[in-house]
């Protein structure tokens, strides 16, 4: 399995910027498809955006469209997640995910798919 570590969380005002990071160890993180997830007090888990092995394909949640990107640097086994125009409601405890497919473009966007999981990092937004 591949150790995973996030980090970039903060308290941030509506619409301001943050970028994750998520460092995988252990195994390169080309290994892996890459996921974002989040999930906030009272709430499931629930999928944000989600990247291929290659980083040619992207999926991501109607909540943070036009909003979120995620993006990979395979060099540096790290996975980011650009945050722009930061609302309230995306407050939650962020969480990357990786998932040991040998499909190259595939992506996922369910948590069970995935079967190594980081520590989290917090993100508060107030308004």
């Known amino acids: 399995q591949v150790q995973l570590v996030e980090s970039g969380g903060g308290l941030v005002q509506a619409g301001d910027s943050l970028r994750l990071s998520c460092a995988a160890s252990?195994?390169?993180?080309?290994?892996?498809?890459m996921g974002w997830f989040r999930q906030a007090p009272g709430k499931e888990r629930e999928f944000v955006e989600a990247?291929?092995?290659?980083?040619?394909?992207?999926v991501y949640a109607d909540a943070v469209k036009g909003r979120f990107t995620i993006s990979r640097d395979n060099a540096k086994n790290t996975v980011y997640l650009q945050m722009n125009s930061l609302k309230p409601e995306d407050t939650a405890n962020y969480y990357c995910?990786?998932?040991?497919?040998?499909?190259?473009?595939?992506?996922?966007?369910?948590?069970?798919?995935?079967?190594?999981w980081g520590q989290g990092t917090q993100v508060t937004v107030s308004s």
């Open positions: 995910a990786a998932n040991p497919t040998t499909y190259s473009s595939g992506v996922y966007s369910s948590a069970r798919s995935y079967d190594s």
């Open positions: 252990g195994r390169t993180s080309s290994s892996y498809a």
């Open positions: 990247i291929s092995r290659s980083g040619g394909n992207t």
